[in-house]
């Protein structure tokens, strides 16, 4: 695991872009694992950045999103494919029939799973997958007692996770209690990872994901096992593993 502590978010956020950059410069049709949330928004304004600039593009790629939650139609601003539109897809030139995101709404989750499964091995596996992490140490919505050998699949949320996503809705209430996340067997299989993490509530997330066992309580925690994973941080959340 290579790790990078930087000074702060918005180097944290170059420098994952600067990663996807030089990936989609030497393998334009490079098969991205995309995330939602606070911590890659920083990521996709450098990478409109530098698209806008004319270095790179994305015409060739095509890109995998890490969950999505049930029972959002893709308009809910609080969806995550209302959030991908808006942070990175309108603003760049993936293709529309190069985008894959877990449908929602699906009238058989369990069906949507297997086929979006099926889909990210059509596509050759994802080539750099970007995660966050959870405060209880969650990546995608692989939430702590994980099932280690599991792929696409219908996810209960913890309530650690329905608290901190619940700033993004009215109410508590309305924070969906399921979604649809890639498995952390889908997520082991990618062939490069790059973790964000920024804030000081992330540190104990981070250190237990590097340094502590190996086990479903921490579902990050089997990253450790991956041939290429880059964990980039800024100083709070990196905190706890400085001078380790
Ligand atoms: P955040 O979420 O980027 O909004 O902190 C990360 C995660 O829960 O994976």
Do not use: W
Not at 1 to 28: F, G, H, R, T, W
Not at 60 to 67: G, P, W
Not at 208 to 213: F, L, P
Request: proline share 4%; with cysteine; charged share 20%.
């Amino acid at each position: 695991m290579q790790i990078n502590i930087v000074n702060s978010y918005d180097e944290l956020s170059a420098k994952a872009a600067s990663i996807i950059i030089s990936q989609l410069i030497l393998k334009p049709d490079s098969v991205l694992g995309l995330a939602t949330g606070s911590t890659p928004e920083g990521l996709y304004q450098h990478l409109i950045k530098k698209y806008n600039e004319g270095i790179f593009n994305f015409s060739q790629a095509k890109s995998f999103n890490l969950d999505e939650y049930v029972g959002l139609e893709p308009t809910n601003p609080n969806s995550y494919r209302y959030y991908m539109e808006k942070h990175l897809f309108s603003k760049i030139d993936l293709q529309a029939e190069s985008i894959h995101m877990p449908n929602g709404m699906a009238a058989s989750p369990e069906a949507e799973c297997a086929a979006y499964e099926q889909k990210i091995k059509d596509a050759g596996g994802v080539d750099v997958q970007i995660l966050g992490i959870g405060r209880n140490g969650h990546i995608g919505f692989n939430e702590p007692s994980v099932d280690f050998q599991a792929t696409t699949h219908v996810v209960s949320l913890d309530e650690k996770t329905i608290e901190d996503n619940a700033r993004f809705f009215d109410h508590i209430d309305d924070v969906p209690k399921q979604a649809i996340s890639m498995g952390i067997k889908t997520i082991m299989s990618s062939k490069k990872i790059i973790l964000l993490a920024s804030g000081g509530s992330k540190a104990e997330a981070l250190y237990e994901m590097i340094y502590g066992k190996i086990s479903p309580s921490v579902p990050a925690s089997i990253l450790q096992l991956h041939k290429d994973v880059t964990v980039i941080c800024d100083e709070a959340a990196g905190a706890l593993i400085q001078g380790k």
